[in-house]
């Protein structure tokens, strides 16, 4: 598998990261360390998590996805094989949300605690907090890194406004500075990162790790019509996507994957991947046939007609 840099991190990571949301609430733990298994045999390494990961289920707190990953990392000998990436800043509780220095320090430690683990990869403002100064923000990150508990940071959900004064804070003041962005991409989903974010990315060669790489499931080709919201609990989900443009993307799909023998899902994420502002989509899998099809993905290598067709299909 062919590592790339992740911004100027020093990080080496696989071109697709496994989204571990789905674990503790779409799959248990004995079908995640499965998945989790078969990611490092096929040559990848690089899997993103939260600390929020899965509150919304009804009884869960937050913290289930970090508990899962590190009771598997327990099990000895995987630790140096594998990129972990998991984020703060998403609400735990009234008192637990937001980037301030006392809520970082915190938050950091109880997800070392739940990983099992002495230092993460890569740690991420889940989303911006426009309440905390971004030097305080950035300054508790130089502290955690010099203290050996974190190796990199990055940002998600952030605009190209405040990724770009984040970015001119951390020059100032002699910070570590966010080497990544996790925003909303992909062939449906366009615009919130190709208006402006890209820009500053690749200006500033910020790594790329975007979420929702397959609009949450539609861009597998599985929902064609509402007759089909039925087939997930994210099948609701899908009315936004399902209209003229939406089914023009899937015909796209649809003819370069039969083209190049290759799944709707797997070009889909392709694309991406090709894409030169973009360093590893992020991507879940609930079975061992969705898992393999997503390493597939990273060895497909679409041609420039294949490109031209997906890029006029999913044009604005």
């Not at 990848?44 to 990392?73: C, Q």
């Not at 910070?175 to 200006?203: G, H, I, M, W």
């Amino acid at each position: 598998m062919n590592l790339r840099p992740l911004g100027r991190s020093g990080l080496q990571v696989s071109p697709l990261a496994f989204g571990c949301n789905v674990f503790g609430w779409t799959i248990d733990e004995a079908t995640s360390f499965s998945l989790l298994d078969a990611w490092l045999d096929a040559g990848m390494n690089f899997i993103d998590t939260a600390d929020v990961y899965s509150r919304w289920v009804p009884g869960h707190t937050g913290g289930e996805s970090e508990t899962i990953i590190g009771k598997w990392l327990k099990q000895g000998g995987k630790r140096d094989r594998v990129i972990i990436a998991t984020k703060v800043g998403m609400e735990l509780a009234p008192d637990k949300v937001g980037l301030s220095k006392a809520w970082i320090r915190r938050a950091v430690e109880d997800s070392l605690k739940r990983l099992q683990t002495d230092v993460i990869d890569l740690y991420q403002s889940h989303k911006d907090d426009e309440k905390t100064p971004l030097l305080e923000t950035l300054e508790t990150y130089a502290e955690l890194i010099k203290e050996g508990k974190v190796r990199a940071i990055g940002a998600s959900n952030y605009s190209a406004a405040r990724l770009q004064e984040a970015l001119d804070v951390s020059s100032a003041n002699k910070l570590p500075r966010y080497e990544s962005l996790q925003p909303l991409y992909n062939l449906y989903d366009r615009a919130v990162f190709e208006d402006e974010l890209e820009a500053v990315c690749l200006k500033n060669e910020v790594g790329v790790i975007n979420f929702y790489a397959l609009a949450a499931g539609f861009l597998t080709g599985k929902y064609r019509s509402t007759a089909d919201f039925g087939k997930s609990t994210r099948g609701q989900g899908m009315a936004k996507y399902l209209n003229e443009r939406g089914l023009r993307i899937l015909d796209a799909l649809d003819a370069v994957a039969q083209r190049l023998n290759a799944t709707p899902a797997q070009v889909a994420i392709a694309w991406q991947i090709a894409r030169p502002a973009v360093t590893a989509p992020i991507a879940s899998a609930t079975s061992l046939e969705q898992l393999n099809g997503l390493v597939a993905a990273t060895r497909l290598k679409l041609d420039a007609e294949a490109i031209a067709a997906l890029d006029a299909a999913s044009a604005a």
